[in-house]
């Protein structure tokens, strides 16, 4: 069974542009939920998905945002990108929503310059 | 909110048993106890979960403690390819936050 993937693994942005990442997930999950990892942070909880609507959301700005399709793949955006939003994110599966194990996808790191 | 603190780094020997202590004083009643570890340039990688009595998996043993304030993750027979950043995880379903994770502690496995 093939793992998460996320698309793309590497992205370079300028500040105030936008990206759009993307999510698939283990084929039969429905939950996806995202995260951001940097180093002074460390992981912190973006947004979790379920069944196409948004279950949970962290304490993030309304520039992060997200959404999920009826075949489970998902997308976050984040406009007008900040230095500050350099990070590498994170995607995760689960079967269900709620307390499930989570497979982790190897991420997407993006820089802004 | 309830939040998990870990010491930043430890090491084991290798074939040796590790635990990995973490707190978490201000958990409630609902809320899960995971473990994930990270492997270097690799996502987190799920290890194993409880809320109240102690678990056991082909990975590790989770005890946790009767007043719930804090936990522990065994690993029975440490190796080199145990060498990872291990989180540990509260989910909650208090305030806006689902996952909770701590700082993580850095382990160092030594042949």
């Known amino acids: 069974k093939a793992g998460v993937t996320q698309t793309p693994r590497y992205l370079i942005k300028t500040r105030g542009q936008q990206v759009t990442l993307s999510c698939s997930p283990i084929?039969?999950?429905?939950?996806v939920s995202w995260y951001q990892q940097t180093p002074g942070q460390g992981l912190q909880f973006l947004f979790e998905?379920?069944?196409?609507?948004?279950?949970n959301k962290g304490n993030f700005p309304g520039r992060f945002s997200g959404r999920q399709f009826s075949n489970s793949r998902s997308e976050m955006n984040v406009s007008t990108l900040e230095l500050g939003d350099s990070a590498l994110y994170l995607c995760?599966?689960?079967?269900?929503?709620?307390?499930?194990?989570?497979?982790f996808g190897p991420g997407t790191r993006l820089t802004v310059l | 909110d309830a939040k998990t603190t870990q010491p930043n780094s430890m090491e084991s020997n290798e074939e040796e048993p590790v635990h990995l202590p973490c707190n978490h004083s201000?958990?409630?009643?609902?809320?899960?106890i995971h473990w994930y570890r990270q492997l270097p340039s690799q996502g987190p990688e799920y290890v194993i979960h409880?809320?109240?009595s102690n678990v056991n998996n082909r990975m590790a043993s989770l005890a946790i403690a009767e007043d719930r304030k804090s936990s522990t993750l065994i690993l029975h027979r440490a190796t080199l390819r145990d060498a990872a950043v291990y989180y540990c995880?509260?989910?909650?379903?208090?305030?806006?936050?689902?996952?909770?994770f701590g700082t993580g502690t850095r382990l160092k496995v030594l042949a």
């Open positions: 995760a599966s689960s079967l269900l929503a709620g307390y499930n194990e989570q497979f």
């Open positions: 084929s039969g999950h429905r939950s």
């Open positions: 998905y379920f069944s196409e609507t948004q279950r």
């Open positions: 201000t958990i409630s009643g609902t809320d899960y």
């Open positions: 409880g809320l109240t």
């Open positions: 995880i509260l989910s909650t379903t208090s305030g806006t936050y689902k996952y909770i």
